[in-house]
């Protein structure tokens, strides 16, 4: 499976992801967050796989997050509403997305990339 990396180029964490991992040699595949948004299927899949908390897959900075006041219903919402909304509109869901065989990593922290992709080099 090829490293798949959901951005938004608009955003300068994945503007940063995308540099470094350009000049760390890394193939991957890009793909627009924003056109091809996540499907339900694929972010229960990815949330299983990580062991993460679905809260983690939520773009907590964002402005549909804070126009939605997700902060204050998340806690509540069960799991089957959460992954329709991050499903509904890919600005809810955190990016960068790191996909590989075997990680799913959302957001950018060059020291966990760096670990999850430099390895398998």
């Known amino acids: 499976m090829k490293t798949i990396v959901l ?3 608009k955003c300068s964490t994945c503007q940063k992801a995308l540099k470094w991992l350009e000049e760390n040699g890394v193939e991957y595949e890009e793909r ?6 996540p499907t339900r299927q694929e972010i229960e899949e990815w949330h299983k796989r990580s062991a993460l908390p679905l809260k983690r897959f939520f ?6 997050y ?5 902060k204050d219903r998340l806690a509540d919402m069960p799991e089957t509403e959460q992954l329709e909304l991050l499903s509904s509109d890919g600005m809810l869901v955190k990016r960068p997305l790191l996909v590989t065989e075997d990680r799913i990593y959302p957001g950018f922290k060059e020291a966990d990339w760096k670990e999850i992709l430099c390895a398998k080099q």
Do not use: D, H, W
């Open 7 to 9: 951005c938004y180029r």
């Open 32 to 37: 627009p967050i924003r056109e091809e948004n």
């Open 59 to 64: 773009n907590t900075s964002g402005n549909l």
């Open 66 to 70: 804070k126009e939605l006041k997700l």
